[in-house]
């Protein structure tokens, strides 16, 4: 079983891949941390030296390696769904879900944290909530391919071992 987060960025997936990977003793991964790691950068760093176009592409790649592993939870970046047909890929692999939490609950999240997201490191809250806003429109025909469409007040109750899996033959 292979169970993909989407989402904003602020939405939760890092924090609600930790909580079922523990709930449901799955192993678990952070995209973003995995490009870091994969590159020895941090993404603000691949975003400034290297451009967005890079950073995409080595999301593509690293996230295809997931292919052969089972039995996992996989927190996405919150672009990762609109490039390189990669919310197609992950619903033919498993499981997506996105996780929609409204854009004053985002705010309130990334405020504090902005400098670590090279996407929003300079906006003031205005300009982070339009930002927000805009992201939001343009992935939201990628999000809402998603298997699942859950909150924070759903997903706590969200249990894999119902996931109903068809095999065509």
């Not at 987060?5 to 930790?18: F, H, P, V």
């Not at 769904?81 to 990669?86: G, M, T, V």
């Not at 909150?151 to 706590?156: A, M, T």
Request: with cysteine; proline share 3%.
């Amino acid at each position: 079983m292979k169970i993909f987060l989407i989402g904003m960025m602020g939405s939760g997936k890092s924090y609600w891949g930790k909580y079922l990977s523990n709930q449901h003793k799955m192993n678990w991964i952070d995209l973003d941390l995995a490009i870091e790691e994969a590159n020895n950068l941090t993404i603000e760093t691949i975003f400034t030296t290297k451009g967005e176009e890079f950073f995409r592409k080595q999301e593509k790649e690293i996230l295809r390696t997931i292919e052969t592993v089972d039995n996992i939870i996989v927190a996405t970046g919150g672009g990762t769904p609109c490039f390189h047909n990669n919310i197609q890929w992950m619903n033919y692999q498993g499981t997506t879900i996105w996780i929609d939490e409204p854009i004053d609950v985002l705010v309130s999240r990334l405020i504090d944290e902005k400098s670590n997201r090279p996407l929003i490191k300079d906006l003031n809250e205005n300009e982070l909530t339009q930002f927000l806003s805009t992201q939001l429109e343009k992935r939201k025909p990628f999000y809402q391919q998603a298997t699942f469409h859950l909150n924070s007040n759903s997903i706590v109750t969200f249990n894999p071992s119902e996931i109903v899996t068809i095999n065509y033959l």
